[in-house]
């Protein structure tokens, strides 16, 4: 079946930075899109990031424009998300993402706090 398993999270002092890492297993990894997700504690889930099938196309919210960069390693099943710059509203629990046809996939999630 489809796993999703979410590393590297942390506390961090703003400024700092973190790589998030994602690795896939029980499908057919480079066939598909890629996505990060966040949810702070109180708000709704927001798409951050996601990376095309081949890594040639990326896309991010506003938020995190020009700090933070997805990328993929299709031969070892992996999605990152270099976070630079954090600030204390990054903080959230980080989630790796995938739908496949009609089916939506979760991780179990990462935490991120930025703080000092």
């Known amino acids: 079946q489809v796993q999703l398993v979410e590393s590297g999270g942390g506390l961090v002092q703003p400024g700092g930075s973190l790589r998030l890492s994602c690795v896939a297993s029980?499908?057919?990894?480079?066939?598909?899109?890629m996505s990060w997700y966040r949810q702070a504690p109180g708000k709704e889930r927001e798409l951050v990031a996601t990376?095309?099938?081949?890594?040639?196309?990326?896309n991010y919210v506003d938020s995190v424009k020009g700090r933070f960069t997805i990328s993929r390693d299709n031969a070892r099943n992996t999605v990152f998300l270099q976070m630079n710059s954090l600030k204390p509203e990054d903080t959230a629990v980080y989630y790796c993402?995938?739908?496949?046809?009609?089916?939506?996939?979760w991780g179990q999630g990462t935490q991120v706090t930025v703080s000092s």
């Open positions: 993402y995938v739908r496949r046809w009609s089916n939506r996939y």
């Open positions: 029980g499908f057919t990894f480079s066939d598909y899109a």
């Open positions: 990376v095309s099938s081949a890594g040639s196309s990326t």
